[in-house]
């Protein structure tokens, strides 16, 4: 059978009617199924091993599963060349596995980050209501001891006035007494002072009536006087 370019035609495989049963793989995909490199399998096909085709300019494998026994001419280790392919398909699995691990770390760590960042700040929010929150406490409570504070110098207050009206009404009581005595001592006065007046109107009298017994005594001892010295005048004459 004839290939369709230079290095491209295959040999004729035991059943020639076995590539009309099989679909058409891109090279890659097939490639990449099998765990050889894209070299290897044109390699191969130039062998005869796997059948390439080309169509509008891209390259085509027949769907037959890789025999590495069927290359001719060359000693091929089937468990060796197995191995690889499936050690070569678990490192894709395991970089496609890291690769997802990784995005998934990194995300996870974007993540716990950002989470992080947030229950920050709503950290420091908190904190910044609860000073407030403190501090408007700190001024009712400060209010709350002015107030008890006022109410209580209300009290003394309240206390101190009573005390001061009570000795308000006792001086009150006490002025009224005063002022009763003060009006009966007045009444008192004014019955000494009428008395006085009768006392000084007699006194006035006795003393005029004494000026009149003394005018009368002397005008006696003038009397005496005068018949005394008669006595005596008559005396001598005799």
């Known amino acids: 059978m004839t290939g369709s370019g230079p290095g491209e035609t295959a040999m004729q495989p035991a059943k020639p009617d076995s590539q009309f049963k099989r679909q058409l793989v891109p090279l890659d995909e097939y490639a990449a199924r099998e765990g050889l490199s894209g070299e290897t399998v044109e390699k191969q096909g130039r062998l005869g091993v796997v059948q390439i085709r080309k169509f509008k300019g891209e390259k085509f494998v027949v769907d037959v599963p890789f025999s590495p026994s069927a ?3 060359e000693e091929v280790d ?9 050690k070569a398909r678990v490192q894709r699995r395991w970089s496609a596995g890291a690769v997802i691990v990784v995005f998934l770390l990194m995300a996870g760590l974007c993540a716990a ?3 992080y960042v947030d229950a920050r700040m709503k950290l420091d929010n908190l ?4 000073m407030t ?6 001024d009712v ?3 709350t001891e002015n107030a008890e504070t006022v109410r209580s110098e209300l009290t003394a207050s309240r206390a101190e006035l009573g005390r001061i009206q009570n000795q308000v009404n006792f001086s009150r009581a006490q002025v009224e007494k005063i002022q009763g005595s003060l009006s009966r001592s007045r009444r008192d006065l004014e019955t000494i002072q009428g008395e006085l007046t009768g006392i000084q109107g007699q006194i006035s009298l006795s003393r005029a009536e004494i000026e009149s017994v003394r005018n009368g005594l ?3 001892e003038t009397e005496l006087d005068t018949l005394y010295q008669r006595n005596i005048e008559f005396a001598g004459d005799r």
């Open 218 to 220: 002397n005008s006696s």
């Open 127 to 130: 904190d910044m209501e609860y």
């Open 113 to 115: 980050v950002w989470l």
């Open 141 to 143: 409570v400060h209010a």
């Open 133 to 138: 929150l403190r501090t408007k406490y700190d």
């Open 78 to 86: 089937g468990p060796k060349a197995a191995a690889k392919a499936a």
């Open 71 to 73: 290359l001719g001419g």
